[in-house]
Nanobody
Framework: QLQLVESGGGSVQPGGSLRLSCAAS????????IGWFRQAPGKEREGVSC????????KYADSVKGRFTISRDNDRNTVYLQMNGLKPEDTAVYYC?????????????????WGRGTQVTVSS
């Protein structure tokens, strides 16, 4: 499976912004849809956003619509998640995963290799 590394997390105050990056070591990223997921303490992992392989389609969980923007730069083998208007409930570890079926982008698979992710903490 395509190896991805998440970065860009940190600690911010409510209302702040962060930009997460999901980087691949190969140009094969361009062939995959990419989904962002997050897992808050004590909660199940959930899908946050997804972007199609060429960037023409994107979708968001209702909880982040209007605040998060997903984008990609296939020349840089990177997908981004711009997070604005952060809320304490956005606190979680964020992960990105490659997908081959955009319609099922938020589905989790047994073969998913969840890395370390990147921690986002929103608190005052």
């Amino acid at each position: 499976q395509l190896q991805l590394v998440e970065s860009g997390g940190g600690s911010v105050q409510p209302g702040g912004s962060l930009r997460l990056s999901c980087a691949a070591s190969t140009s094969n990223l361009r062939f995959y849809d990419i989904g962002w997921f997050r897992q808050a303490p004590g909660k199940e992992r959930e899908g946050v956003s997804c972007i199609s392989s060429r960037g023409g389609r994107s979708k968001y969980a209702d909880s982040v619509k209007g605040r998060f923007t997903i984008s990609r730069d296939n020349d840089r083998n990177t997908v981004y998640l711009q997070m604005n208007g952060l809320k304490p409930e956005d606190t979680a570890v964020y992960y990105c995963r490659p997908r081959t079926d955009y319609d099922w982008c938020f589905r989790e698979y047994e073969y998913d290799q969840w890395g370390r992710g990147t921690q986002v903490t929103v608190s005052s």
